[in-house]
């Protein structure tokens, strides 16, 4: 919606696309009108209860464009376990308890 000036940052789906496209077609004839049909909030609350990510246009953060993966959290856990021994290994070794030579 940038020729609008009514820019936001959405999450790439198939209606953002169309939306996208849509405005490119219609350049600078293009009106609010045209895409109304597709990010107007009655569809986007009909796609979330039915679970469509693909049925809305969904307003995110700038942070969206950082996730490059979506891991397990089993994965998740094992690579937070992996960092937090480095750490202590690494920089916190002197304080770990040595076992007792009784």
Same mark, same amino acid.
């Given at each position: 919606?940038?020729?609008?000036?009514?820019t936001?940052?959405?999450v790439?789906?198939?209606?953002?696309?169309?939306?996208?496209?849509i405005?490119?077609?219609?350049g600078?004839?293009f009106?609010?009108?045209?895409?109304?049909?597709?990010?107007?909030?009655?569809?986007?609350?009909e @796609?979330?209860a039915k679970?469509? !990510?693909?049925g809305?246009?969904?307003?995110t953060?700038?942070?969206?464009g950082l996730?490059?993966?979506? !891991?397990? $959290?089993?994965? $998740? $856990?094992?690579d937070?376990?992996?960092? @937090?021994?480095?750490? $202590?290994?690494t920089?916190?070794n @002197?304080?770990?308890?040595q !076992?007792?030579?009784?």
């Amino acid at each position: 919606l940038r020729r609008l000036k009514n820019t936001s940052r959405v999450v790439r789906n198939d209606v953002s696309t169309e939306v996208e496209e849509i405005e490119s077609k219609k350049g600078e004839d293009f009106q609010i009108s045209d895409v109304m049909h597709l990010v107007n909030g009655k569809r986007g609350r009909e @796609a979330e209860a039915k679970g469509d !990510p693909d049925g809305g246009i969904w307003s995110t953060g700038q942070s969206v464009g950082l996730i490059k993966d979506i !891991p397990t $959290v089993k994965k $998740v $856990v094992e690579d937070m376990m992996k960092e @937090a021994e480095s750490v $202590v290994v690494t920089r916190l070794n @002197a304080l770990l308890v040595q !076992p007792s030579r009784l």
